[in-house]
């Protein structure tokens, strides 16, 4: 049995060595790639990066000496290929999971890609993020949605639903509430820039469909018609009931009505 554990440990460690060996090289051809200033190459090998990316933030302590370059280094990448959202959130993932103190290449890349993004309050989003840089896990997590949902970057849609799969994995506290209606919006199909907007910050929103009182009207019809259809789609009767008694509070001239008419027909048929 000693045998067997000794072995382990020795397996695990030679996995440990080879992965940060292989971090090395990953932050090398990243960085060689993006001296070549070629659009298209940069673009195409982002994707590969991501990955990498997303593996040593499961387990950052473990990579902290090449985790920070190899994200300063993938920030620089979506910079150069204007992808400027994407660049702010590398850098919260940077500033969050890896930090470094001596780095000053950080903070300026940051504000170069911010300005891009249009972030609101460039200084104060980057002292938030080296204010939560030390604290647990969770809170790490939640400073890097707080920025993402609050700037509306909605360009790191895909990246966000990576990580609130991996905040999942590390975390046995809830989702925050932001992050439920986030999930509920995407789940129904709602497009990205229209669902970064309709996320309340004040309020819980435990209601049905996230109906939070920070919605517009037309904010709310439009979450009933794509809750409504998603519902007809997955044959989900109980909640498709309860989704036309939402709508039919908030209807309106003859498209309402037909729309209303739609949804009792597919509900009588499923």
């Known amino acids: 049995m000693k045998k067997i554990i000794f072995l382990s440990i020795i397996i695990f460690q030679f996995g440990f060595f080879a992965f940060s060996q292989s971090l090395k090289a990953e932050y090398q051809y990243l960085y060689l790639i993006n001296k070549q200033d070629n659009e298209e190459i940069i673009k195409d090998n982002l994707r590969n990066a991501e990955l ?4 040593i933030t499961e387990n ?4 902290n000496d090449f985790g920070t370059l190899f ?6 990448g979506y910079l150069k290929t204007e992808q400027y959202a994407k660049s702010v959130f590398t850098l919260a993932r940077q500033i969050l999971f890896f930090p470094d103190e001596n780095n000053k290449n ?3 890349v940051f504000r ?4 891009g993004a249009n972030v609101k309050n460039i200084e104060n989003s980057y002292k938030k993020l080296l204010q939560k840089s030390e604290a647990e896990t969770f809170e790490k ?8 949902l609050s700037e509306k970057l909605y360009e790191t849609d895909d990246l966000l639903n990576e990580y609130i799969r991996l905040y999942r994995q590390k975390n046995t506290q809830p989702l925050p509430d932001r992050i439920k209606q986030y999930e509920f919006y995407t789940l129904i199909g709602i497009k990205n820039k229209d669902k970064f907007n309709m996320i309340s910050y004040t309020e819980e929103s435990d209601d049905f469909l996230h109906l939070h009182n920070d919605l517009t009207t037309k904010q709310k019809r439009k979450i009933i018609n794509a809750a409504a259809d998603y ?3 997955i044959k989900n009767k109980n909640e498709l009931k309860k989704t036309i008694s939402e709508y039919k509070k908030i209807k309106k001239g003859i498209g309402g009505n037909f729309s209303l008419l739609y949804y009792k027909i597919s509900y009588a048929v499923l």
């Not at 990498?52 to 593996?55: P, W």
């Open 231 to 233: 519902y007809i789609e």
């Open 60 to 63: 950052p302590d473990n990579y």
């Open 52 to 55: 990498v990316a997303y593996k």
């Open 71 to 76: 994200y300063i280094e993938l920030a620089r």
């Open 141 to 148: 997590f939640n400073a890097l949605f707080d920025l993402t």
């Open 112 to 115: 170069i890609a911010a300005e």
């Open 106 to 108: 950080t903070e300026h």
